[in-house]
T-cell receptor, first 114, second 115 residues
Framework: DVKVTQSSRYLVKRTGEKVFLECVQD?????MFWYRQDPGLGLRLIYF???????EKGDIPEGYSVSREKKERFSLILESASTNQTSMYLC?????????????FGAGSRLTVL | AQKVTQAQTEISVVEKEDVTLDCVYE???????LFWYKQPPSGELVFLIR??????QNEISGRYSWNFQKSTSSFNFTITASQVVDSAVYFC????????????FGKGTKLTVNP
């Protein structure tokens, strides 16, 4: 069964800590995404990667960075966590294409910043 | 700019009722793709359907059906004879040709089906 796996379902961190959210896919997909989900706001794109070491900012990149050293792994980094980054983070992957390909999502990582 | 509007924030129905989830989209592109995803309480978004802008045929899959109307920029989703297992948050999303599969999501509609 093909999968997108997010390493942590629940994390609790303190303000100012550096936070790593890891995502691994086993489908040999070129594209990988990080979305943030908040009540009443839906899903918003943070960062997108279309190839190893390639990245593109999404709609809300401030306060985040990403790393893609290997095709199967896409990490989201919060350099200095803040309480307004408390949220559900969803990783997704897809084949490269012209917009038609389906995204496969992980189960999400719920981050609480105290 | 692309935009997806799901005006219904929450809907509550009793089992076996039919329910329609509305989705209105905005784009200037002539080639685009519309999606519906389901997010059950477990949290993982599950793909339901994809439609491209050149295919306005309605689609039925079991109890699920989708009505795509370009004239009103809508892509509505109907569940017939709803069941408790249909309880979830449903998202409508849009991507455009050349947009590298970056989806723009609506804010979601939370559907609760009561026994």
């Amino acid at each position: 069964d093909v999968k997108v796996t997010q390493s942590s379902r629940y994390l609790v961190k303190r303000t100012g800590e550096k936070v790593f959210l890891e995502c691994v896919q086993d489908m040999d997909h070129e594209n990988m995404f990080w979305y943030r989900q908040d009540p009443g706001l839906g899903l918003r794109l943070i960062y997108f990667s279309y190839d190893v070491k390639m990245k593109e900012k999404g709609d809300i990149p401030e306060g985040y960075s990403v790393s893609r050293e290997k095709k199967e792994r896409f990490s989201l980094i919060l350099e200095s966590a803040s309480t307004n980054q408390t949220s559900m983070y969803l990783c997704a992957s897809s084949l490269a294409g012209t917009g038609a390909n389906v995204l496969t999502f992980g189960a999400g990582s719920r981050l609480t910043v105290l | 700019a692309q935009k997806v509007t799901q005006a219904q924030t929450e809907i509550s129905v009793v089992e076996k009722e039919d329910v329609t989830l509305d989705c209105v989209y905005e784009t200037r592109d002539t080639t685009y793709y519309l999606f519906w995803y389901k997010q059950p309480p477990s949290g993982e978004l599950v793909f339901l359907i994809r439609r491209n802008s050149f295919d306005e045929q309605n689609e039925i899959s079991g109890r699920y059906s989708w009505n795509f109307q370009k004239s009103t920029s809508s892509f509505n989703f109907t569940i017939t004879a709803s069941q408790v297992v249909d309880s979830a948050v449903y998202f409508c999303a849009l991507s455009t040709q050349g947009g590298s599969e970056k989806l723009v999501f609506g804010k979601g509609t939370k559907l609760t089906v009561n026994p």
